[in-house]
């Protein structure tokens, strides 16, 4: 009777087994990440977090929060499709890369067409990060940008130039002779 019930539990373990590993072959094997890179954002599950955490350190009101999520959702769709163009383009320059004599002259067009692509793409998110500068008041605005140079800000990194700390300090001018 045991040995029965070992078999019975040892068939129920291999189905749920072999069941896992179709639809994980299911999923790998059809198109349907690739089809949806471009629509579901990769950061959307962290951009609620990121928007708590800039709301509660920033101190925006109810307000002011209904409309940093209409100038975000501005952002995002006026900065959407160039960064779909850019991931477009370093795929391409990743295929180039991959070929066994690639075409320079193909792969120095692509790098102009991103660089100018990602010069784009900075003006919108520069814009758009305007709008939300308007909605804030004087003293939102100086945490803004405290946390936004935060984000940028290269100094963690040993060996890295480190622009000084007090307001309109630039980058050190570079060494001579490397």
Known sequence: MSNRILIVVLLISVAINLASVITLVF?????????????????????????????????????????????????????????????????????????????????????DEISKLQTEHERRAFHGFLKIRSILTPGQQEKMGMLLNMLIDPCPAPGRPCPGKEPGAGFPAPESGR
């Not at 075409?103 to 067009?109: F, G, L, S, V």
């Open 27 to 111: 999923h790998w094997v059809s198109d349907a990440p690739v089809k949806q890179s471009f629509v579901r954002r990769p950061f959307d599950r962290r951009a609620a977090v990121h928007h708590r955490f800039f709301a509660r350190k920033i101190g925006l009101d109810d307000n002011q929060i209904e409309q940093f999520d209409r100038i975000r959702q501005e952002m995002t769709d006026v900065t959407q499709p160039v960064r779909r163009e850019i991931m477009i383009r370093r795929h391409e320059l990743m295929n180039l890369l991959s070929q066994s004599d690639p075409d320079t002259a193909k792969a120095a067009q692509l790098i």
